[in-house]
């Protein structure tokens, strides 16, 4: 798996890479076997069967760490920047052109190896990830599925996600961003998806291209190739553009929506909490439910069943997985907050469409008083007004009581938003923090809607209710130390028993035992014959004293 770090687990020797990659050798010293690839240099797993990818990107060069490495135990490295390997006696260097091609062709070379493994692709401006996940839930059960960690879907993202493919896997799911023309044909060579999915077209990222259309037809690059496509009907970016239709000319086109569509929306029934869902595909009728109401739920869980059935791995035990689906973790995350309040964090995008979709989710919520905390929306494509008048009009029609507006942009576009009851603008977050003790936030929704340069997630810990917690650490290391002190003291030939009773007073008595049958410890005592069992379960041989025994 991929860890937060950017670390994941391989099984190639440096030779091998070597040949995947177009590179030279600048040291080669043995041909090591390797377990796992990081591009992150805080943090190696098994140094010596490790390969450090230095990338070189805006916030810094990764060669400038391949000296601590080198003394932490790394020995195999892939840079483009040439190092005086004089330095580095015992390691593998390989020299690159650019590190981020090597990894995608590092990557490219994994993917052909798995030829029967059915890979979904999806991409589009907004509900990638909800779906990627969502479609795993649903299917993890019945099949062997590998995905993209967490949002992974950028041009290293989906590199390192591709190499988490392994044998035993037998559907792979995997969504691609792009914020510029070219970066998706790059992708679809790592990807090479059977069936895709387009999402939507969006505002977001609009600043990257030219228009809408030329994003929508750079999207669709990641199916050329694909045997089938399921998208939302008349998706206008592409309707007609002779560019699309000669792009996929050998890809079978599947639209959900209303009439004239594949997949015919017959109905959409909405109670409290749930929608149930009924669709006619030829001539068969679908129904199936989810426990969300907001419109964006409903088409992500359509986007699910829709490809589920064209591919041919829809199961009608999947229906009730439907009915399990939960809010994917990064997207409208909602948290118990202060004074019975409740947080909707949505800082995972900010752009147009998903502050609409957020809103709508906070109003779903049914509190009397709304308030929403955001900042400056960054790279929309439209001027300054026409932005902040959209989203005055996606406030104002949700009647939100109230906006903290943070960020020079929002600040400066204030008068726009002019009908919303209550208003604060603050330059930057710490202003607001500043500030905060000011606000009264009792029995509401609080909606915080931020790009990542802005770090609200200082303001959600701020709101958040306190859920006090207390955490035990154990350093095995020093309990035997110590227990070596406390026998250095006893007469010799005095035995010692060791009391690990209500599990090692929730220590852990199987790993307490065992560190104290490892040091040699003469005696074990317990409370109740159960902790006893569980110790002989885990293996654990030294005599044990029962101290309540049943009558």
């Known amino acids: 798996t991929i860890e937060k770090k950017l670390i994941t687990e391989i099984n190639y020797t440096i030779d091998e890479i070597f040949d995947s990659i177009k590179g030279e050798w600048l040291q080669h010293y043995a041909n090591t076997s390797l377990e796992y690839l990081s591009l992150d240099s805080r943090k190696t797993s098994n140094p010596s069967k490790t390969i450090f990818w230095a990338i070189t990107s805006e916030s810094g060069d990764g060669s400038d760490y391949i000296a601590p490495l080198y003394k ?21 260097f390989i020299l690159v052109n650019n590190s981020v091609d090597a990894l995608q062709d590092l990557a490219a070379s994994h993917r052909k190896k798995f030829k029967k493994i059915h890979i979904i692709g999806i991409t589009g401006s907004n509900g990638k990830t909800i779906v990627k996940e969502w479609l795993s839930s649903i299917l993890s059960p019945h099949y062997s599925v590998v995905k993209n ?16 493919i392994r044998p035993e896997h037998q559907i792979g799911i995997f969504e691609a961003g792009i914020s510029k023309p070219g970066e998706m044909q790059r992708l679809e060579k790592l990807i090479r998806p059977d069936t895709g999915i387009l999402t939507n077209i969006g505002s977001a990222h609009d600043e990257g291209f030219k228009d809408r259309r030329e994003k929508a037809f750079e999207k669709m690059q990641l199916f050329r190739h694909a045997k089938r496509l399921v998208l939302p009907g008349r998706i206008k970016e592409i309707e007609d553009q002779s560019k699309v239709t000669s792009l996929l000319k050998s890809t079978s086109i599947l639209t959900w929506g209303k009439k004239g569509c594949n997949f015919e929306i017959e109905a959409v029934r909405k109670s ?23 419109e964006a739920s409903i088409e992500n869980s359509i986007s699910c069943f829709c490809t589920l059935t064209a591919s041919g791995y829809f199961k009608s035990e999947m229906v009730p997985a439907f009915q399990n689906l939960h809010a994917v973790s990064m997207r409208l995350e909602m948290k118990p907050g202060i004074h019975n309040s409740i947080i909707v964090n949505d800082s ?13 989710f906070l109003k779903q919520q049914h509190f009397k008083q709304n308030t929403v905390i955001i900042s400056d929306l960054l790279q929309s494509g439209l001027t300054k007004n026409e932005l902040y008048r959209k989203v005055a009009t996606i406030l104002e029609k949700k009647k939100i009581n109230r906006i903290i507006g943070i960020g020079n942009d929002i600040s400066k576009a204030r008068n726009l938003l002019g009908n919303i009851p209550q208003q604060s603008f603050y330059r930057t977050t710490g202003d607001f923090i500043a500030e905060l003790s000011k606000y009264t936030f009792h029995d509401e929704a609080i909606l915080i809607k931020g790009a990542r340069a802005f770090s609200f997630e200082k303001i959600t810990r701020l709101l958040e209710a306190q859920l006090h917690e207390t955490i035990l650490s154990v350093n095995l290391s020093n309990l035997a130390h110590n227990i070596r002190i406390y026998r250095s003291l006893l007469k010799p030939g005095t035995k010692l028993m060791a009391m690990v009773k209500a599990f090692a007073y929730g220590a852990g008595s199987d790993q307490i035992a065992s560190l104290l049958q490892y040091i040699q410890a003469d005696y074990l005592t317990v409370a109740y014959v159960d902790e ?7 293996g654990i041989t030294l005599p044990i004293m029962v101290l309540n025994v049943e009558q």
């Open 72 to 92: 932490a135990g790394v020995r195999n490295f892939v840079t483009q920047k040439k190092q005086n390997v004089s330095k580095f006696k015992e390691a593998n």
């Open 149 to 164: 960690p967490r949002s992974y879907n950028s041009q290293i993202g989906v590199p390192l996600s591709i190499l988490q």
């Open 272 to 294: 409290e909490s749930n929608s149930s869902i009924q669709i006619s595909y030829g001539r068969k009728k679908f129904l199936f439910s989810i426990p969300f109401t907001d």
């Open 348 to 360: 995972y995008s900010n752009d147009l469409q998903s502050l609409a979709i957020a809103v709508d």
């Open 532 to 538: 006893g069992v569980k110790l002989r379960d885990a």
